[in-house]
């Protein structure tokens, strides 16, 4: 069994940062990456960032490129992405994403998610 604890969303003022985190539980062995989706509601989930287990080679979406950095703590199994230069676009609930086989940008093959954290940045 696989659970993703999501934490670290909020309210932030335009321009500002916060760091979001996923620690994993489970059969996090099988595991090739992890990453980050976001939804706003009525529309679908669009990926965000992913960073690879074993060498952490990183994917961005061009959106948040230059201004969100994903990394990980192996010894925790926990995943992190600093969010900076907020902008009120980035205002969506945050999904922790778990990468079985290898990256990909398409929710429908996500097989194990986090409940979710919500981003609201105001201007």
């Known amino acids: 069994q696989v659970q993703l604890v999501e934490s670290g969303g909020g309210l932030v003022q335009a321009g500002r940062s916060l760091r979001l985190s996923c620690a994993a539980s489970g059969r996090t062995f099988s595991f090739y990456a992890m990453g980050w989706f976001r939804q706003a509601p009525g529309n679908e989930r669009e990926f965000v960032a992913a960073i690879r287990w074993s060498y952490g080679v990183t994917d961005y979406a061009d959106s948040v490129k230059g201004r969100f950095t994903i990394s990980r703590d192996n010894a925790k199994n926990t995943v992190y992405l600093q969010m900076n230069n907020l902008k009120p676009e980035d205002t969506d609930d945050y999904y922790c994403?778990?990468?079985?086989?290898?990256?990909?940008?398409?929710?429908?093959?996500?097989?194990?998610w986090g409940q979710g954290t919500q981003v609201t940045v105001s201007t």
């Open positions: 994403a778990a990468h079985t086989d290898r990256v990909t940008r398409i929710a429908q093959a996500i097989a194990y």
